[in-house]
């Protein structure tokens, strides 16, 4: 009988996951969605990107300094649902919502307000 699954080269995928995320990271301004999974981001990691003008999701971060450089998101933050004990490295605007629920820390509104400036709704 012949074996109907193929192995996949999942090493080659996410090596290039990682290689079109860092070049996306690597330019100052963003126009569209940003969809990043830090387990493709070094620990010392710096993105250059100052501002998207879209949404910024991120998903299993345990930091967000990799992103000190990011001053505004022109939609939503969602960082929620990851492994966060601190907003240091947040954007410093956010014009959307801001969603930092389901992490290691509780977040609560105050905290968020310190690191950030957020138009729209706070889902901490």
Do not use: H
Not at 17 to 36: E, F
Not at 39 to 54: D, L, P, Q, T, V
């Amino acid at each position: 009988m012949k074996n109907i699954f193929i192995p996949r080269n999942i090493e080659g995928r996410e090596r290039k996951i990682k290689q079109m995320m860092i070049k996306q990271l690597d330019q100052k301004i963003i126009n569209g969605d940003v969809g990043i999974d830090c387990k493709f981001i070094s620990k010392n990691y710096i993105a250059k990107i100052e501002k998207i003008n879209g949404n910024l999701y991120l998903k299993n971060c345990d930091s967000l300094l990799f992103l000190k450089n990011l001053k505004e998101v022109n939609g939503e933050v969602n960082c929620g649902a990851s492994y966060l004990t601190t907003l240091e490295g947040c954007p410093k605007i956010v014009n959307g919502d801001f969603w930092c629920q389901c992490n290691k820390t509780r977040f609560k509104l105050k905290v968020v307000e310190q690191y950030c400036n957020v138009k729209g709704r706070i889902y901490a």
